[in-house]
């Protein structure tokens, strides 16, 4: 079953179960990969959140039936689709179709409609994209640990770029920059000594773990720091372009979309398990970006 097959196979059972109970765990098993994953896949694919598009597809459909249905009650309706109360109901629904729930029913009033996705192969290739292919042997980081939801929300800080800043603003990154000791030699000389690494190690279906992390060697001092092993794999390795330090948040996301969009539907790999890693460095005065992703060939 190819990357496309799979995705598709999770958005039939999304739409089979919108007036029900949608497990998302079920949801990543028909992908084939976590749950984390796959939220995080189809976030960057469709720029918008899986509960955000969940949300809108059982709005279009409770909007579809107050149209269509004189006699079924509102909260029967806002029951079917997962709503508690009518008015829970009545502001989710306000909020997306800029109407109330009773308002739909007159005669021409204008709603919104959310389409069932779908994903397909589109031909691009304007712009070339760089990777390169390399098998590493099994390698040890440390660093600072932190776990967070994959759609956000809980205590500050609440995402991985906030705990950067975080960690900037306390002097955690330079700490760990001086404990880190010497660069592994499959690093290039210009990298940074402090990276970043995502998704190493299974906490919840709607979590995942990221570390600001160094890489482990015989000059390094790891006392007060969290150790993960990283087994021998096969990596797609995506650098940036040289780019500006406020240029970093948009550069990033784009190589992740273009990794999900372009490269793995049509590479004959497939991700492994979800983890990444984020190798900063300099080059020509300018910081630089590689995305490193486990693969194997499917």
Known sequence: MDWLERMNRAMDYIELNLAGEIELSEVALRACCSSHQFQRMFSFITNVTLAEYIRRRKLTLAALELQNSD??????????YGYESPVSFARAFQSLHGVTPAMARQAGIALKAYPRLSFLITIKGVDAMNYRIETKESFEVFGMERVFRSEGGGDAPNTPAQFWQQCHATGEVERLAANAGNLPRFLSPDSYKVHGICSYKHTGNDTFPYMLCAFKSETSNTNGYSTITIPAQTWAIFPSEPIAWDAFGGTIETLYRRFYTEWL????????????????????????????????KV
Do not use: C, N
């Open 265 to 296: 539907p049509t590479s004959g790999y497939e991700q492994v398990d979800g983890m990444e890693l984020e190798i900063y460095g300099e080059i020509a005065g300018l910081h630089s970006v590689e995305l490193w992703f486990p693969v194997r």
């Open 71 to 80: 006699s079924a009650r509102v909260i029967d309706i806002a029951m079917k």
